[in-house]
T-cell receptor, first 114, second 110 residues
Framework: DGGITQSPKYLFRKEGQNVTLSCEQNLNHDAMYWYRQDPGQGLRLIYYSQIVNDFQKGDIAEGYSVSREKKESFPLTVTSAQKNPTAFYLC?????????????FGSGTRLTVV | AQSVAQPEDQVNVAEGNPLTVKCTYSVSGNPYLFWYVQYPNRGLQFLLKYITGDNLVKGSYGFEAEFNKSQTSFHLKKPSALVSDSALYFCAVNNNDMRFGAGTRLTVKP
């Protein structure tokens, strides 16, 4: 079945540590997105990529980094510069940048700072 | 700038009663509007979308939504709620990227 796979499901980070969240899709979608979800705040866009080897900052990119070396993969690194990383992270993809396309979401990664 | 607002944090209904989850939008140009549902510790699932045409859009699991241009609203509705409909619902507007409301938690009680 086609879809988006996020791993791990749960992740624990120590203070000052970088961690990388994986996102892989087999939908042949061009565009991929990372969102952060906090209670009562909905989803906030971190980064997005509309094509391989190109990506754009979203609303809350500080303390995060991404890469898009392959069409299928869009990993997110949460760096030590992100002071409040505890949240639920969602990866999504769409066929392209046209607004009539909906997004397909992964099941999310819950990151906790310990 | 584009945005959506969901004025209710929580909606409670009894099983079998109709439900409405409200959404208003602000966008320049044509609105491309979506509803998604999220179950605990899961990603968002697509319910329905409005692109153009008929103002009443039918979607998954018996849900429908009514687009009202004059009121800039896109309320989600279902004629008869089920306990299994209890979840977090997000309205979204898509222009260059998808913008989500803060979400409305729907609780359907037996």
């Amino acid at each position: 079945d086609g879809g988006i796979t996020q791993s791990p499901k749960y992740l624990f980070r120590k203070e000052g540590q970088n961690v990388t969240l994986s996102c892989e899709q087999n939908l042949n979608h061009d565009a991929m997105y990372w969102y952060r979800q906090d209670p009562g705040q909905g989803l906030r866009l971190i980064y997005y990529s509309q094509i391989v080897n190109d990506f754009q900052k979203g609303d809350i990119a500080e303390g995060y980094s991404v890469s898009r070396e392959k069409k299928e993969s869009f990993p997110l690194t949460v760096t030590s510069a992100q002071k409040n990383p505890t949240a639920f992270y969602l990866c999504a993809s769409s066929p392209g940048q046209y607004p009539n396309y909906g997004y397909t979401f992964g099941s999310g990664t819950r990151l906790t700072v310990v | 700038a584009q945005s959506v607002a969901q004025p209710e944090d929580q909606v409670n209904v009894a099983e079998g009663n109709p439900l409405t989850v409200k959404c208003t939008y602000s966008v320049s140009g044509n609105p491309y509007l979506f509803w998604y549902v999220q179950y605990p510790n899961r990603g968002l699932q697509f319910l329905l979308k409005y692109i153009t045409g008929d103002n009443l859009v039918k979607g998954s699991y018996g849900f429908e939504a009514e687009f009202n241009k004059s009121q800039t609203s896109f309320h989600l509705k279902k004629p008869s709620a089920l306990v299994s409909d209890s979840a977090l619902y997000f309205c979204a507007v898509n222009n260059n990227d998808m913008r989500f409301g803060a979400g409305t938690r729907l609780t359907v009680k037996p």
